[in-house]
């Protein structure tokens, strides 16, 4: 009789541990299904404008007008330094300035060796004055893009007594994107698709994801601007989001040699299934190169999948245990007969 206590009891237990493993279940499935330049300042100066594209001939030169203001009640000394700049490796489309360039330095897109600036400005407080860059082109200069950043580093006059705000101010700088024309390779491609939940890369989910990033590697010789659409369907093949890459304005360039992310939001993801990403970007002049990708992901609530696998064999060895217990007791009755 103790024996057969006992195995109720151990059945018993199965189920109660199922019972709270379903509800815990379905507290776990609601939860999851029901998350559904006016110009640079650099604390003491403002530039603008912040970013200057210009096209020159072979044999031409041409003048970029940059404006430089002090906005603090100091007078500035103003030294202007032009540096070459490169893209960041993280794609992010930061300027990465060259300041330190070694003995080994090599630039092909340097434009250093065509530009030259005023060294200097005084600038009173609140006074604007304008820089006047001058960008000339050698009948020798191959076709391509060219580019590099006027900075203004601030310095206080000797006599200025209030030389410790130096430490707070930061430079500020103009970008200069030039471009030869002529034979020019115009060439990019997508390098890859991501998608991601919290900053972090997957291709499996166990809820909905937050955000795309479409990286773009140009292997051309000249910055260019790609736009066009993204779209997330479903796996039944329906559109459930679908927006324009590099949407800005000014839109953001890809400089010839590197590569660049373009993150943005997804949106109307279920919380299962099989989805695809596809971008179809034009650039170029007239957008008439196209380029295109695809990747997939999945979204798995895989918690609640382990629990109602381990409710189901939970289930099964209770089954098991509930049916050797009935067999023993039509087995026990047939004896006392």
């Known amino acids: 009789m103790g024996h057969k206590t006992k195995n109720v009891n151990v059945v018993r237990a199965l189920l109660v541990i199922v ?8 507290t776990s499935v609601l939860k999851v299904f ?13 530039i603008s404008p912040t970013r200057n594209e210009i096209v020159i001939e072979r044999n031409d030169t041409k003048q970029v007008e940059i404006t430089v203001q002090n906005v603090t009640n100091l007078d500035i000394n103003g030294k202007i330094i032009v540096n070459d700049f490169l893209a960041d490796d993280d794609g992010s489309g930061t300027p990465k300035i060259v300041s330190q360039p070694g003995p080994e330095y090599n630039n092909p897109y340097s434009i250093l060796k065509f530009i030259t600036i005023d060294e200097n400005i005084l600038l009173k407080p609140g006074e604007s004055k304008k820089l006047m860059a001058n960008i000339s082109i050698s009948e020798d200069t191959p076709s391509g893009s060219y580019f590099g950043i006027v900075r203004v580093e601030p310095t206080f006059p000797e006599n200025e007594s209030n030389n410790n705000n130096l430490g707070l101010m930061a430079s500020v700088g103009s970008l200069i994107l030039v471009t ?48 066009g659409k993204v779209a997330i369907k479903n796996w039944r093949g329906q559109l459930i989001h ?15 040699g590197s590569f660049r992310k373009f993150k943005d939001s997804a949106q109307n993801i279920g919380n299962f299934g099989r989805f695809t990403i596809e971008a179809n970007l034009s650039y170029g002049d007239g957008g008439g190169n196209i380029v295109s990708g695809k990747t997939t992901f999945w979204v798995i609530p895989w ?17 098991y245990k509930g049916i050797k217990l009935y067999n023993r007791r039509i087995i026990a009755k047939a004896k006392r007969r």
Do not use: H, W
């Open 303 to 319: 918690k609640y999948a382990v629990l109602a696998v381990l409710a189901l064999a939970l289930i099964g060895f209770g089954l």
């Open 180 to 227: 030869v024309p002529g034979d020019t390779v115009e060439l990019l491609g997508i390098k890859s698709i991501e998608i991601l939940k919290n900053d972090k890369i997957s291709r499996i989910f166990d809820s909905a994801p937050d955000s795309v990033v479409v990286n773009i590697k140009n292997e051309g010789n000249v910055f260019t601007k790609p736009f």
């Open 242 to 256: 679908e927006y324009e890459l590099n949407n800005t304005d000014p839109r953001g360039n890809v400089l010839p």
């Open 34 to 46: 029901a998350q559904t330049s006016e110009g640079e300042v650099g604390n003491g100066m403002r």
């Open 19 to 26: 019972f709270v493993l379903f509800c815990f279940a379905s």
